[in-house]
């Protein structure tokens, strides 16, 4: 159980353009999803947070207008990456907590995005 | 908010000894304590965890300790084999999970 799935795994996309990425919780309700991003040997830093039917609440220094996030069901929630440049290379991440008050994550299996 | 501090960066021990990894928080309403160990290009995958109104929990060679007064938590890793070797990283939780800056282990066979 507890199931988070990602696609896709990985993209190439030129500079200037979006890019979509989707995550689903398989078997399980999410009413909170949260979205990280890494880069090389580094850690996972958290990007936003979204609950179902609502705004995305979004880090300090992390660009609203840049990065979309809808989460439009209880299993479903997008990043997309807008006017992508090549700083925005990275390994994203979502996260899922079930509801009902429950405390832990399930992380998906990671995009790897590359804008060339 | 959460701040989380990991030591060490780095860590090489020889296969059959003992691996401790400390971490270090500050936002006393964090209540949750999570270890997650990841390899290259894969998710974070949750060995074990730790609740604020426990002390200590143990998992065949991994346990963990958590002293809420000077706001600790350790995870100990005995007996390691090549396999443990990857990047490891607490994290606290009160509402959102805030990350370690991790410990890359390599276990020398």
């Known amino acids: 159980g507890a199931v988070v799935s990602q696609h896709p795994s990985r993209v190439i996309c030129k500079s200037g353009t979006s890019v979509k990425i989707e995550c689903r919780s398989l078997?399980?309700?999410?009413?909170?999803m949260f979205w990280y991003r890494q880069f090389p040997k580094q850690s996972l830093m958290l990007m936003a947070t979204s609950n179902e039917g609502s705004k995305a609440t979004y880090e300090q220094g992390v660009e609203k207008d840049k990065f979309l996030i809808n989460h439009a069901s209880l299993t479903l929630s997008t990043l997309t990456v807008t006017s992508a440049h090549p700083e925005d290379s990275s390994f994203y991440i979502c996260?899922?907590?079930?509801?009902?008050?429950?405390?832990?994550?399930?992380f998906g299996p990671g995009t790897r995005l590359t804008v060339t | 908010g959460e701040n989380v501090e990991q030591h060490p960066s780095t860590l090489s021990v020889q296969e059959g000894d003992s691996a401790v990894i400390k971490c270090t928080y500050s936002d006393s309403a964090s209540n949750y304590f999570p270890w997650y160990k990841q390899e290259l290009g894969k998710r974070p995958q949750l060995i074990i965890d730790?609740?604020?109104?426990?002390g200590e929990k143990k998992d065949q060679r991994i346990a963990v300790t958590l002293n809420k007064t000077a706001k600790h938590f350790s995870l100990h890793i005995t007996e390691t084999q090549p396999e443990d070797s990857a990047v490891y990283f607490c994290a606290a939780v009160d509402y959102k999970l805030s990350f370690g800056a991790g410990t890359t282990v390599t276990v020398r066979a």
């Open positions: 078997d399980f309700q999410a009413t909170t």
């Open positions: 730790i609740r604020s109104n426990v």
């Open positions: 996260s899922a907590r079930a509801r009902g008050g429950h405390i832990e994550q399930y």
